[in-house]
Nanobody, 122 residues
Framework: QVQLVESGGGLVQAGGSLRLSCAAS????????MGWFRQAPGKEREFVAS???????YYADAVKGRFTISGDNAKNTVYLQMNSLKPEDTGVYYC????????????????WGQGTQVTVSS
């Protein structure tokens, strides 16, 4: 089992920044990817960004140029730097871990965190 703990959510004004962190513990793997998804009220969970342990990254079009995903393999931790935040970025942000896949398909991720709330006010 892999446990994921997210932190860093909060309330910010439009145009502001937040940095999310997600630490993985337990039975982690040499090759893995970690991703961020978000879910707004009444909407499906959607892909935000993902990063593999070899450094490959993917982003949803809605966040390209504003969000940056990065990882610290030694700490099994992934970060999501969110800049120029918009009200439509509001939602619960979930960290996810995959043993064999990197990308935007949420069904391919094996483990999920509890989520952290991000609220962007206009």
């Amino acid at each position: 089992q892999v446990q994921l703990v997210e932190s860093g959510g909060g309330l910010v004004q439009a145009g502001g920044s937040l940095r999310l962190s997600c630490a993985a513990s337990g039975r982690t793997f040499t090759w893995y990817s970690m991703g961020w998804f978000r879910q707004a009220p009444g909407k499906e969970r959607e892909f935000v960004a993902s990063s593999g342990s070899v450094g490959v990254t993917y982003y949803a079009d809605a966040v390209k140029g504003r969000f940056t995903i990065s990882g610290d393999n030694a700490k099994n931790t992934v970060y999501l730097q969110m800049n120029s935040l918009k009200p439509e970025d509001t939602g619960v942000y979930y960290c996810a871990y995959s043993r064999s896949y990197i990308g935007g398909r949420k069904d391919e991720y094996n483990y999920w965190g509890q989520g952290t709330q991000v609220t962007v006010s206009s």
